[in-house]
T-cell receptor, first 113, second 109 residues
Framework: SAVISQKPSRDICQRGTSLTIQCQVD?????MFWYRQQPGQSLTLIAT?????????ESGFVIDKFPISRPNLTFSTLTVSNMSPEDSSIYLC??????????FGPGTRLTVL | QKEVEQNSGPLSVPEGAIASLNCTYS??????FFWYRQYSGKSPELIMS????GDKEDGRFTAQLNKASQYVSLLIRDSQPSDSATYLC?????????FGTGTKLQVIP
């Protein structure tokens, strides 16, 4: 399994600002995902981070709000832009093995005031 | 729309009993199935994967898959208080995982 780190682990931000979350993997991986998990809820897929091309976003998520970068096979960033209190959530990156097994980072707990 | 459904619980079992967690999925094209355990405030952790019909055992955990019925289950034998967590069922297909909403398990000492 891959070892995944995320930075920051938590942050408290003001409404209207942006936060960039970093995800680092200890090995090269093809597939990387970004999820959101609101308190007491299950995982919601935001997008698939594609190396060398634009991310693929799920319904309800747009690039202007959640721009994603994937400069190489071990690193990705997710930016939460123009934040509102509704963006308060845990943001998780994950990587996938060939068989579909997912391994998650520790998450970034975001609170927007 | 691809769906994975689970009973949200909580499912309460006494310590030492067998906990049975169930999941159904809608997409017959799903190829692989997984169970993740998530402790409060932590990220999900993969505990079982199953790819073909039948049972797969790993320690106290047994995953069961019935593709004809589109049904996946997880049995936890000799349940311990440390097993108290939310268990997420997931189905993999078309290069994407679909998660259920999770079942909260409480093991009562």
């Amino acid at each position: 399994s891959a070892v995944i780190s995320q930075k920051p682990s938590r942050d408290i931000c003001q409404r209207g600002t942006s936060l960039t979350i970093q995800c680092q993997v200890d090995s090269q991986v093809t597939m990387m995902f970004w999820y959101r998990q609101q308190p007491g809820q299950s995982l919601t897929l935001i997008a698939t981070a594609n190396q060398g091309s634009e991310a693929t976003y799920e319904s309800g998520f747009v690039i202007d709000k959640f721009p994603i970068s994937r400069p190489n096979l071990t690193f990705s960033t997710l930016t939460v832009s123009n934040m509102s209190p509704e963006d308060s959530s845990i943001y998780l990156c994950s990587v996938v093995s060939g068989g579909g097994e997912q391994f998650f980072g520790p998450g970034t707990r975001l609170t927007v005031l | 729309q691809k769906e994975v459904e689970q009973n949200s619980g909580p499912l309460s079992v006494p310590e030492g009993a067998i906990a049975s967690l169930n999941c159904t999925y809608s997409d017959r094209g799903s190829q692989s199935f997984f169970w993740y355990r998530q402790y409060s405030g932590k990220s999900p952790e993969l505990i079982m994967s199953i790819y073909s019909n039948g049972d797969k055992e790993d320690g106290r955990f047994t995953a069961q898959l019935n593709k004809a019925s589109q049904y996946v289950s997880l049995l936890i034998r000799d349940s311990q208080p440390s097993d108290s967590a939310t268990y997420l069922c997931a189905a993999w297909g078309y290069q994407k995982v679909t998660f259920g909403t999770g079942t909260k398990l409480q093991v009562i000492p």
